[in-house]
C-alpha cells in the first residue's frame, strides 16, 4: 500500500486546510487510519484516528472540536479538516494505515505511511 498525502501550506493562525490521503489500493477501505504529526526537534505525535468505515473516530485533546477526520472508502482516501489552527499545530503531518479495522492511538499499529506533508501555521 502506498499512501499519498497532500494539502500541506501556510496558513495564518484561526485559518483552515484540509489535508487529503490517497492510498494506492482498494484494501485500504478494510483497515483503520490514522493521521499524525511531528514538529521540528520533537517526536511524532498522535492527531486522529477512523476505523475502516468511517463509523468511529478519536482524535488528540489538542485538536479535539477543531480537526474533524474523515473517509472516502469509495475514492480511498482520507481527510482531516483542520480549523482554528493554532501556531503550535506547525509540523509535518503523516496518514497511516493500521494493520487492524479499528481506531489506534499507536504509531506501532500503523504499517504503512504516507510521505508526510507540512502545515505552517503563522501567528
Known amino acids: 500500500v502506498q499512501l499519498q498525502a497532500s494539502g500541506g501550506g501556510l496558513v495564518q493562525a484561526g485559518g483552515s486546510l484540509r489535508l487529503s490521503c490517497a492510498a494506492s489500493v482498494r484494501t485500504f477501505s478494510r483497515y483503520g487510519m490514522g493521521w499524525f504529526r511531528q514538529a521540528p526537534g520533537k517526536e511524532r505525535e498522535f492527531v486522529a484516528t477512523i476505523n475502516y468505515s468511517g463509523g468511529v473516530t478519536y482524535y488528540a485533546d489538542s485538536v479535539k472540536g477543531r480537526f474533524t477526520i474523515s473517509r472516502d472508502n469509495a475514492k480511498n482516501t482520507g481527510y482531516p479538516q483542520m480549523n482554528s489552527l493554532k501556531p503550535e499545530d506547525t509540523g509535518v503531518y503523516y496518514c497511516?494505515?493500521?494493520?487492524?479495522?479499528?481506531?489506534?492511538?499507536?504509531?506501532?499499529?500503523?504499517?504503512?505511511w504516507g510521505q508526510g506533508t507540512l502545515v505552517t501555521v503563522s501567528s
Open positions: 497511516a494505515s493500521s494493520a487492524t479495522q479499528y481506531i489506534s492511538v499507536m504509531l506501532r499499529e500503523y504499517n504503512y
